[in-house]
């Protein structure tokens, strides 16, 4: 089967609305729209997130982490919320409810499902972080979401590949071909499906231009979301590494005033990024 044959398989996959299409889950707009709202209180949005048995034990699994933990053990999400902070609460809910997109029975998917859940992570965390380390405090929250959502045509084209498999399991996809059909189409795939998710049109326009030539028009939570992006591919934490990339001469850093020293403790950052994620 050539590369050209299966883009199309995918295309027309997509375009029968036979396949099941990944869902945004409604409950992280209704969180974040929750921490927005003054008249809700700390316990109202706690005792939201604890109604919801597996999404607490989650949430509490990964404060009590290293990347998040404190001196002693947290037992309840409100005690999460008293430590870390309502936002932080909210994105950590926000990573569990998005980790539920992730994962498949089919081992052959799930291996590089995996490994793409734990790289969003990382782009989300690191975007996040390099807005709070350049004081472009007011785009934290979209650098996160903006990394979260980057590579999400992966997932989608993921998912074709995986119903391709059931419908057919004598269909052939070697793995260097299912590489190439989603480093030429991820793209353009993470922008339709963030469209179709109704999301702010920012997400769905770095998805979509994210590994194309910088723009003057460019904007600085996309060079975020694409500093992270290559910090994440030279430590490993990717479908694809690149353990040679230099980051540090790239355009991007230079257009944010990168020091070598923000890029070695973003690295940092990022490695600790994978205990959030197992």
């Known amino acids: 089967m050539s590369e050209k044959s299966l883009a199309e398989l995918i295309d027309e996959a997509i375009a029968s609305g036979d396949m099941a299409l990944p869902v945004f889950p409604r409950a992280i707009n209704e969180l974040r729209n929750a921490l927005k709202d003054e008249r809700k209180?700390?316990?109202?949005i706690a005792k939201q997130i604890a109604m919801d048995a597996s999404l607490a034990s989650q949430v509490l699994r990964v404060a009590n982490s290293s990347f998040y933990a404190g001196l002693?053990?947290?037992?309840?999400?409100?005690?999460?919320?008293v430590r870390l902070g309502l936002g932080r609460v909210v994105q950590i809910a926000t990573l569990v409810m998005q980790k539920g997109l992730f994962s498949s029975k089919d081992p052959a998917t799930n291996q590089f499902i995996i490994k793409l859940w734990q790289h969003s992570v990382?782009?989300?965390?690191?975007?996040e972080w390099l807005a709070k380390r350049l004081n472009f405090e007011s785009l934290a929250e979209e650098a996160f979401l903006a990394g979260l959502f980057?590579?999400?045509?992966?997932?989608?084209?993921?998912?074709?590949?995986?119903d391709m498999r059931v419908k057919n399991p004598t269909i052939n996809l070697p793995e260097n071909l299912v590489?190439?059909?989603?480093?030429?189409?991820?793209?353009?795939k993470g922008a339709w499906l963030l469209q179709s998710w109704n999301l702010p049109e920012a997400y769905g326009s770095i998805a979509g231009s994210h590994h194309h030539p910088l723009t003057e028009e460019t904007g600085t939570v996309e060079l975020m979301v694409r500093v992270a992006d290559m910090v994440s591919y030279k430590l490993g934490i990717a479908l694809r590494p690149q353990p040679e990339l230099i980051v540090s001469n790239s355009e991007e850093v230079s257009r944010l005033g990168l020091s070598d020293v923000t890029l070695a403790e973003l690295e940092i950052a990022l490695e600790d990024t994978l205990t959030l994620s197992s």
């Open 150 to 162: 980057h590579d999400i045509g992966e997932l989608l084209l993921l998912k074709c590949l995986e």
């Open 72 to 81: 002693s053990k947290i037992n309840t999400v409100k005690e999460a919320i």
């Open 41 to 44: 209180s700390l316990d109202t």
């Open 179 to 188: 590489r190439e059909v989603m480093v030429r189409q991820h793209e353009e």
């Open 122 to 127: 990382a782009v989300a965390l690191g975007s």
